[in-house]
């Protein structure tokens, strides 16, 4: 078994993820981290889960334990980079699913991905990457000056506007429709887990491409199925699509 360590393993991914590799026969859970004023520092990752001790902890800043194997990083941006600065002479392939990066903080992971495997994955789902793949193969079946419309929606406490995958969409369309109008607009509300819609507005017809996400465990299994994938890559920088597409 691979030893798993989750960066932001209090948050509603991170429990949700914590959870599923405590079950998981390919990970054992060997740690997570939060931040430094949470409740649960130093207690048993257990008692976060509602479960027996595991004998894994609860850190308030990253350890130095050469047994870790893998980092999933659900996190913020910052401690994302805290995250790569700390563990990349070691090599550690990391997972990360945080959004919000600003394009220097975006350039710095594609550099340390240089020296690690790094699989960027703003959203995990399997059908977001399907989706991707297929935007990526239409280029040449629309008019180049296409308009096209990205909608988002999140639930309320989403802090980046427009989403991560929102973002992901609009460079695969970007590289595929070089001369169309890409718009996107954000919504939040309620506990939306996550829903995108694409439109190509066409001369009297509208088509649209629609992901809807109904329930967070499709992000945790996105993200064990990822992390698997990523376990056994050299260095360089993936995305979901690769993992379907190799």
């Given at each position: 078994?691979?030893?798993?360590?989750?960066?932001?393993?209090?948050?509603r991914?991170?429990?949700?993820?914590?959870?599923?590799?405590i079950e998981?026969d390919?990970f054992?859970l060997i740690?997570?981290?939060?931040?430094?004023?949470?409740?649960?520092?130093g207690?048993?990752?257990?008692?976060?889960?509602?479960?027996?001790?595991?004998g894994?902890?609860?850190d308030?800043?990253?350890?130095?334990n050469?047994l870790?194997d893998?980092?999933v990083?659900?996190?913020?941006p910052e401690?994302?980079?805290?995250?790569?600065?700390k563990?990349?002479?070691?090599?550690?392939?990391?997972?990360i699913?945080?959004?919000g990066?600003n394009?220097?903080?975006?350039?710095?992971i594609?550099k340390?991905?240089?020296?690690?495997?790094?699989?960027?994955a703003?959203?995990t789902?399997?059908g977001?990457?399907?989706?991707?793949?297929?935007?990526?193969?239409?280029?040449?079946?629309?008019?180049?000056?296409s308009?096209?419309?990205?909608?988002?929606?999140h639930h309320?406490?989403?802090k980046?506007?427009?989403s991560?995958?929102?973002?992901a969409?609009k460079?695969?369309?970007?590289?595929?429709f070089?001369d169309?109008?890409?718009?996107?607009?954000?919504?939040r509300?309620?506990?939306?887990p996550g829903?995108h819609?694409?439109s190509?507005?066409?001369?009297?017809?509208?088509?649209?491409?629609?992901?809807?996400?109904?329930?967070?465990?499709?992000?945790?299994?996105g993200?064990?199925?990822?992390a698997?994938?990523?376990s056994t890559?050299?260095?360089?920088?993936?995305?979901?699509?690769d993992?379907?597409?190799?």
């Open positions: 078994m691979k030893n798993l360590y989750i960066s932001g393993i209090t948050g991914i991170g429990t949700l993820l914590a959870n599923k590799v998981d390919y054992q740690g997570g981290i939060s931040n430094k004023d949470n409740a649960h520092i207690k048993d990752i257990g008692l976060l889960l509602s479960r027996d001790n595991i894994a902890y609860i308030s800043e990253y350890p130095d050469p870790i893998i980092i990083d659900f996190s913020s401690s994302t980079l805290n995250l790569l600065d563990y990349q002479a070691k090599k550690l392939p990391v997972l699913g945080t959004t990066f394009n220097s903080q975006l350039a710095t594609k340390i991905s240089q020296e690690l495997p790094i699989l960027f703003p959203n789902s399997a977001i990457a399907i989706i991707k793949k297929i935007l990526s193969d239409l280029g040449n079946l629309f008019p180049a000056e308009t096209i419309n990205i909608s988002e929606t309320t406490k989403k980046d506007s427009p991560g995958t929102a973002i969409i460079e695969v369309i970007a590289r595929s070089s169309a109008e890409i718009n996107t607009q954000s919504y509300k309620g506990d939306n829903e819609t694409i190509f507005n066409l001369d009297n017809e509208i088509i649209e491409i629609t992901h809807k996400a109904l329930d967070r465990s499709l992000f945790v299994n993200a064990l199925l990822g698997r994938w990523l890559q050299p260095p360089g920088l993936y995305s979901m699509v993992i379907y597409s190799s």
